[in-house]
């Protein structure tokens, strides 16, 4: 049904040739994805600030790796060094040391521009706050994301269309932002992370400001997207319920992993 949101080959850059053009109707199995490689890989990554002429040690040797079609939570005490990672794993940032490789592409050894680039093609941003644009419409949100990913314009109505419908949401498309409950809002946020068919989607507590059946609904949005969509989320809570759904729990005490 949803077939056109399996991702196609945009990037410009350097990839695994393995990983590219899914053949409709195939499993990744059959056309060779292999499940067994890691989609990012973080080896003995440290962040550490300048504050006030001193180094404050932030991240201090992470190792971390992600899989295709995973749901991966990091949890974690407010100041534990959730966010800083996340920014690293999705090359808004670079490492102190260590390295972050995103499908081969070396986000440790790369500029902006490149880890730009690659960013707008292949991965997906949702925040805690939302981050819509007010006056826009949640189709007009939507679409403004495919704009930024240099998607051709003959494709944005029905990409628009069709994530919008995804999350729930075909009903509410000309609505704005103020006129969205919270948990639509997150949900149109959602449609838009995922508009450009990235295989990795970053949510930075997206569930933080939503009440519980709300927070379920994005969870349950979530949990299709990773069965249906090719892509792996990686977000952080602080929620003990919805750790239950992930297949994996990293833990993270003062910025380092705890079993
Ligand atoms: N740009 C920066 N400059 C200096 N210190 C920073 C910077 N970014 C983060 N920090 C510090 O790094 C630590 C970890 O911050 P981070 O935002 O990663 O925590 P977090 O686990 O996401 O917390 P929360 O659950 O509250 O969101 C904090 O002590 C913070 O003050
Ligand atoms: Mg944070």
Same mark, same amino acid.
């Given at each position: 049904?949803?077939?056109?949101?399996?991702?196609?080959?945009?990037?410009?850059?350097?990839?695994?040739?393995?990983?590219?053009?899914?053949?409709? =109707?195939?499993?990744?199995?059959?056309?060779?994805?292999?499940?067994?490689?890691?989609?990012?890989?973080?080896?003995?990554?440290?962040?550490?600030?300048?504050?006030?002429?001193?180094?404050?040690?932030?991240?201090?040797?992470?190792?971390?790796?992600?899989?295709?079609?995973? /749901?991966?939570?990091?949890?974690?005490?407010?100041?534990?060094?959730?966010?800083?990672?996340?920014? /690293?794993?999705?090359?808004?940032?670079?490492?102190?040391? =260590?390295?972050?490789?995103?499908?081969?592409?070396?986000?440790?050894?790369?500029?902006?521009?490149?880890?730009?680039?690659?960013?707008?093609?292949?991965? =997906?941003?949702?925040?805690?706050?939302?981050?819509?644009?007010?006056?826009?419409?949640?189709?007009?949100?939507?679409?403004?994301?495919?704009?930024?990913?240099?998607?051709?314009?003959?494709?944005?109505?029905?990409?628009?269309?069709?994530?919008?419908?995804?999350?729930? /949401? =075909?009903?509410?498309?000309?609505?704005?932002?103020?006129?969205?409950?919270?948990?639509?809002?997150?949900?149109?946020?959602?449609?838009?992370?995922?508009?450009?068919?990235?295989?990795?989607?970053?949510?930075?507590?997206?569930?933080?400001?939503?009440?519980?059946?709300?927070?379920?609904?994005?969870?349950?949005?979530?949990?299709?997207?990773?069965?249906?969509?090719?892509?792996?989320?990686?977000?952080?809570?602080?929620?003990?319920?919805?750790?239950?759904?992930?297949?994996?729990?990293?833990?993270?005490?003062?910025?380092?992993?705890?079993?």
């Amino acid at each position: 049904m949803l077939s056109w949101l399996r991702r196609e080959t945009t990037a410009d850059l350097p990839r695994d040739p393995k990983e590219d053009e899914p053949v409709a =109707g195939q499993s990744d199995a059959i056309r060779g994805v292999s499940q067994n490689k890691p989609l990012l890989t973080v080896r003995g990554v440290e962040r550490a600030f300048d504050v006030g002429g001193s180094k404050l040690r932030v991240l201090k040797g992470i190792d971390l790796e992600l899989y295709p079609n995973q /749901l991966i939570m990091l949890r974690g005490r407010s100041g534990s060094g959730k966010t800083t990672l996340m920014n /690293l794993m999705g090359g808004l940032d670079t490492p102190t040391a =260590g390295e972050i490789v995103f499908q081969d592409r070396p986000f440790h050894k790369w500029g902006d521009d490149k880890r730009t680039e690659v960013r707008r093609k292949d991965i =997906g941003f949702i925040f805690q706050a939302y981050a819509l644009m007010p006056l826009l419409s949640a189709y007009e949100n939507v679409e403004l994301s495919l704009r930024m990913a240099k998607v051709p314009r003959g494709e944005w109505k029905s990409r628009v269309t069709s994530c919008l419908e995804l999350v729930g /949401l =075909g009903k509410r498309m000309h609505h704005r932002p103020f006129e969205l409950s919270g948990g639509e809002q997150q949900r149109v946020a959602i449609a838009k992370a995922i508009a450009h068919r990235p295989s990795l989607l970053l949510a930075d507590e997206p569930t933080a400001e939503l009440d519980s059946q709300m927070a379920a609904q994005v969870m349950q949005v979530f949990k299709e997207i990773v069965a249906t969509q090719n892509v792996t989320i990686c977000m952080t809570t602080h929620d003990p319920t919805i750790l239950e759904v992930a297949d994996h729990v990293y833990e993270m005490v003062d910025g380092v992993f705890v079993s």
